[in-house]
């Protein structure tokens, strides 16, 4: 199940994203999510597997309310592959939809992960080497819809 985030589940999605390091993750990215509870939390959710949290990613709208910007997708690692990011990532595309006014769906991830992206209809735009940390490079993508035109109309 898909909840959204407490406060309380801090503590777990830092163990997540420690687990996911550094497969996916720089270690110095983890002051930069504890920062992003602490001041840039918009919409949080958590994703639940026998009541334990399992996973957990956000989004984040531009202040004109037209973009909306993924954030902070993490998986623990025995969930991997098993449709829980596929399910999450849909779950938060719906959430903005219902906001309504959002024209812009997008997301900065990395060259580790930005394939998964691409599965999910999401189109990369832009690349900056070393821009995580070294070694973790950011891919901007925007979610196209079937005429390749970035949008948040149709449904992924």
Sequence with gaps: SI???IPADQKRVI???????????SPVEEPDLVDYFAHDLDRYYVVEDDGSVI???GFNLSKDG???DLSWDIIHPDYHRKGFGRLLTQYRIERIREV??????SVRTSQLVYKFYEKLGFELRETAKD???VGYDMYAMVLKDRSGRASCRERV
């Excluded at 163990?15 to 993750?25: A, I, K, Q, S």
């Design 131 to 133: 821009y995580w940390a």
């Design 66 to 68: 037209k973009q909306a």
């Design 55 to 57: 996973g957990s990613g």
């Design 100 to 105: 309504g006014g959002v024209e812009k769906i």
């Design 15 to 25: 163990e997540l994203l420690r687990l996911n390091t550094p497969e996916y993750f």
């Design 3 to 5: 909840r959204p985030y």
